[in-house]
């Protein structure tokens, strides 16, 4: 059915077999932990909600995606997936899902900025009846170089708060031809992805590329969203002074209550021993911060795009760049400081040569919402107008029944006369 | 102006000026820590922007709201008010209020149900053009005694989750008549008052009217919205095992992966050292479950009513019912069983002998909001139509700001390149 | 047997019935919240290990102390006892005890330095022969005032941490002339009362004297032996930004590893919130310090005296001194600001108004140690020679089990083989 | 001066050269994050404080071990040194040690038991006159094996709580000839190595051998030593629901009170997600427990020895092993149960794949207290006698003082009167 030149990735690896081998293994360690996509395995297979339609992905392929991707083939789907970061695509899962004949991947490590959208192209050729995107980078090459195919499209799904955010100003520019749901927002995402995944998963990679640890360290991270709440919680919960940046005041406040110091950059720079970012926005560690930094300080991001540290500039007045360990620049200031960069400023999780992204539970309960999602999509995606959509809540809900099933843990349910009561107004004191 | 033959404060008291001068030093007191009603304080005095306003209240009479009730006259309204719980008056700081000249209080503590009612109609008899409720008793009581007033009042306030959401369920029915501004829907109060405020004093109150330690208890908290949030999260700060009831899946599902216990009140009552109720519902603490429950056992209430805790139950299977301490009543079970009920049943954090009602700080906060949301009535209500609205946004950032300018925390500030980049939809990889 | 002028507690009450039934509610009250003490009853009560001796006791008298006290005379003691600090004596307690027919209750809140000290000799005049500190007054007067009784005292038990360390002094120097078990150093004491104890108690008493919150406040410790830890721990689970201050810097790097910021007290003083002194030690809040603070400051003392805050000095550079609330002095500066004094500076969770003294679960605790230490002079006084002893481990660690039983907890014990390994050292990698 | 056969590292390996330089930004990596042994390298490097010393050492051969066996040959002595572990060698590193004129290293990873022995006696070969072990080794097979070189060693060093545990059991049976001090025990250590070296680096291990997560997951630990209270602790930072189990009665009641569920580890198996062992003794998780487990569990060790897990019985009862992942053996049960073991239940943070041993800043105390106490045997040795010896206070105080200098952190010092009151005893209340 493709058209493009572009191959899958069989055809960019050495030893095929053994990269298959490997990455099926990986899978299989990842589906033992998701209870969730476990379950929805057993439903999708009997019921085959996805047949007839074809799903263009562009995410992180690793394990955990791959089950994903796994599932949505087997609900009925022909998948083709590509990566949605040239960094973070582990070749060996790429290379087992590709094995599988409903799917087509053609993400591969390490390309370069053409192959990475000649890829997105293949992907495309296609010809996507419904598209999964984490950072809408899908969306956007379809609306600019492919609107014949959006008349075909039922709709997409995005994963990230940064592509969320992208679509929502795409929508409010009328720009926006199809319906997206904003997974990124539904509660079964933000409160547990992006607080317990980014956080958890940040904070290791980066112990586990710098053998540091965290107790009594200034860590400012910068940006107090779900992710920079996580982050903050989890640095503080291994005993450091954390520092927050914030442009909001709410935010900033809510920091401040919480027993966390907030303050500008410019002064928490000076402070810092590791500046975590996490805001989705450019410049966020700029030319002047860096004056300001300690010796051996470490920088990382946990951002959607590598756009937080301005490395351009840091690269600019270091008079010296090595590689201080594997996944750290260190960045020698003229007067003898050493700025670490991590993971080149990517983010760190996903990035960094022992990354290996967000936890398998998380991602559980991510990908979850995304397949019943999908499944909506298939079933009644006409009815939903061109926008960004939010989950349902009751498929949202639907997962978190499931979970809470798959975790033994039971809980109360409203009486009549409370749901009664919940209703009611004319109750006195 | 008070038609009403309902006397205010001063005729129930037995020494008034004592009174006043103690509920003025009250009042000092807490405006010593609220910062954003002193800055208020400074701009409604000099801009009037009440002038010509009445304000009939019914709220928790005691030191911190008096500064409201006050910043609400010195902004040139006239202000009645009275209280919304019979036992969370302080007589003191009524007869203090009542001084003021602008300001007319009916609130007394311990008052019966008729007294309590006819209170209202004292405040109602002011013929209020704006109403401020804690619990929705005045909006209520205007609505079904009262309703040729309603087409001179150009909006309300309600402070509570339990009257936001009961409003919210009357304008669902059309019956809602005039515009209320969800006062405790607002960042500005949900992420701070009912957190922090209900957490912290909710226990700080309990420890002081037990002389029991939190450290290794099971404290069961029933309910994981802000409020449950709060105590358990202050609880396990404690070094409580905390353990958490809910009804609604992902709220359960929250709790579960914040590492607290989640489980059926049924198997929860067998655990507790303390139960603590925070949902805003009835029945949450009934009939089954006292058989379950340790000798020993604290039962307390931080909800609005006291009708989650069924009393009348436990009563009818008690085969005694004593005063075991100030504000604790035991009912001794036939098999010898103590469960120690504080506070009876009412919100302990206001009603317990020892109660001082929520930190002074949150309540800066959601005051601040509340004379905001005040002014945006006098000033623009009419652009409301009748109904429940949030309090516009800039009001509550606006509240935010004066709270970080107070307590010395400076913020970063979006640049106009990241402000034009969170606006944009087509930056790549 | 009492030769002593000094009358019993009786003499001092209006009330004396009234007060008794008062008094013994709340010793019920406690004792049902403490079930070592409880076990220990039904042992003392069917083995009277301490029959034939008289025990002559200095402690706080409310009503947990005096469980350990009744405990002591189901025993078999004949017991005096006065307090140990004259503010926190509740007569009410002290008149239940003294209806006991083997226990002569001396305490009197409110009395004066020569009452005080009137009420010690009347409680030596009973000639004991085991004693009871708490803070060693009555030690210390036996050694200076009353050398003959020495011969005939068999040992004596030291609760504080304070005491403790002024009775190591004294033995450095040859002075004390018989066995006193420190108690407070026992770990079933310090690892709980200290840390769990007075970080409860006083954080609750200051929350409840000034209805004032943690969230976000700078709280200043002075002092991270156990008890600041204790309160440190406690207020950064109230979301408190915690700050050190230590002479000791290993106890100063603990501190800073814990992820709190540690400075001298000089630099803190500027940042505070609150100011809680831990130290044990004279003058750590002084002339200097007053100048730094803000305006609002709290300044309490969670040490044995009221010697860590200097008051003679700040009172001398006050220019205005007033009761601002129940338990709180405020000192005006001359420029404004108010430093606001809790509880006369002396021990806040003893001495403020609402205090309580520690929970009753910690002092079940300690009071259980103390009972076996005093069971254990009674039984081998004799074999220990005069000096500061550590209790027995295995008397410490019978209060551990009593403890887990009445909880509920079961634990592992070694095998055999376990033992085995633990005390060999031939086995290799 | 080696009369042993037994080859140098550099024997071992195919690329010499490119292991040095690999070694080598290790150790500068390392050293850039160890202040503490800059300081004394500067000190040492001056002063040869252990100049005409011979220095046999037994530890893991890692890039911060490194930094100090440098700093022993930077300050004059003789170094010669082998791994204490098969697994935990990092080659380059010991390589890049080896090229130093003073230092010999015989470390080389996963040599057998008989290659590792070997190794041993080469160290002994170079006939040390100062031993410094990690888990004894060098000292047992001194003792054992070349008793004739016992006189001329002037003392030793041990690192770990196994180790100084077999000492001490050595010692009482007077089977210990020279004099060691007990460097694991020091405050330095105790209070930071255990509690955040092996807390931090040990679940960041786990959570990057297994892309697992903590939050909402029952992680038991096994002990509550120092160790165990780390880990502990940062796991509930991590949002994890801590269960302990104990055989020490107060360390059990102390993690009750500390807010952990505490049982035997019969029941805790079942309710395991992870168990980590770090108890320092033997069968820990045994036979009857793994029929308790569920579905996927993990099991890990901290302890020194891999002997924590009974993985004999675990592989008789399998039906199946299998390697699930990098580090991860599977034995899946005849039900179909898989339990994962990782990094074969030898010290996790030390023998997983990917782990990078204890954090840089923590070992950055240690061995600065190892060096101090290494120089106060060159310098005073012959002043101890044969046993085991804690470091004097004032050398560990040294390294305290030290480590806040670096960091920055200032603190109060007594005045002569605080001096003298905490010495007297004769204040009054």
Redesign the interface.
């Known amino acids: 059915m493709s058209e493009s030149a572009y191959p899958p990735v069989a055809a960019h690896l050495d030893d095929v077999e053994a990269a298959r081998t490997e990455g099926r293994?990986?899978m299989?360690?990842?589906l033992?932990?998701m209870p969730i996509l476990q379950s929805l395995r057993e439903e999708f297979e009997a019921d085959q909600p996805l047949a007839g339609e074809t799903i263009g992905m562009a995410m992180h392929v690793e394990?955990?995606t791959a089950n994903l991707v796994e599932l949505l083939a087997l609900g009925g789907a022909e998948v083709a997936i590509t990566g949605?970061?040239?960094l973070s695509t582990h070749d060996d899962v790429s290379a087992a899902l590709d094995t599988h004949e409903n799917i087509t991947s053609y993400a591969v490590r390490g390309v370069d900025d053409e192959e990475?959208y000649e890829a997105i192209d293949a992907v495309i050729a296609h010809e996507p009846t419904i598209t999964v995107d984490d950072?809408?980078?899908m969306i956007?090459a379809i609306h600019e170089d492919h609107p014949e195919l959006i008349d075909s499209i039922v709709g997409g799904c995005e994963e990230t708060t940064t592509g969320v955010?992208?679509?929502r100003?795409?929508d409010d520019?009328g720009?926006l031809e199809y319906p997206v749901f904003a997974v990124n927002d539904t509660?079964?995402k933000t409160?547990?992805d992006n607080v317990?995944?980014t956080g958890?998963?940040s904070?290791?990679?980066i112990?586990?590329t710098?053998?540091?640890?965290?107790?009594?360290k200034n860590v400012v991270v910068a940006g107090y969203g779900y992710c920079g709440k996580g982050v903050a919680?989890?640095a503080?919960?291994?005993?450091?002074?954390?520092i927050v940046?914030?442009?909001d005041?709410?935010k900033?406040?809510?920091a401040?209550?919480?027993?966390?110091?907030?303050?500008?950059?410019e002064?928490a720079a000076a402070e810092a021993d590791l500046i975590l970012t996490t805001t989705?926005?450019?410049?966020v560690v700029v030319d002047e911060h860096f004056d300001q930094m300690k010796?051996?300080v470490l920088l990382a991001n946990a951002g959607h795009?590598d756009i937080e540290i301005d490395l351009v500039a840091l690269e600019e007045r270091a008079v010296d760049v090595y590689e201080?360990?594997d996944g750290?620049e260190a960045y020698e200031m003229d007067d003898g400081r050493?700025l670490n960069v991590l993971a080149e400023g990517r983010l760190v999780n996903l990035a960094a040569p022992?990354a290996?992204?967000h936890?398998?539970?998380?991602m559980d309960q991510s990908f979850g919402v995304q397949a019943v999602a999908v499944r909506e999509l298939a079933a009644n995606g006409e009815a939903y107008e061109a926008g960004v959509h939010d989950v349902p809540d009751e498929l949202?809900?639907e997962i978190?029944?499931i979970?809470?099933d798959a975790?033994g843990?039971?809980?109360?349910?409203?009486?009549d006369?409370?749901r009664e009561?919940?209703?009611?107004?004319?109750?006195?004191?």
Not at 236 to 242: L, P
Not at 256 to 265: A, D, F, L
Not at 359 to 362: I, L, S, W
Not at 409 to 415: G, I, K, P, Q
């Open positions: 293994r990986k299989e360690w990842a033992q932990h394990a955990k949605c970061n040239p990475y950072g809408m980078d956007a955010h992208r679509l100003a795409m520019d720009a509660p079964m409160l547990f317990h995944g958890e998963s904070l290791a990679t112990a586990m710098t053998n540091l640890s965290y107790a009594g919680k989890k503080a919960g291994q005993n450091a002074n954390v940046t914030e442009v005041p709410r900033a406040l809510e401040h209550m919480e027993g966390y110091e907030v303050m500008p950059m002064e989705g926005n450019r410049d010796d051996g795009f201080a360990r750290v050493r022992v290996l992204g936890p398998v539970e998380v949202d809900r978190a029944e979970k809470l975790e843990v039971d809980h109360d349910s409203l009486t006369e409370q009561y919940m209703g009611s107004w004319d109750h006195g004191t």
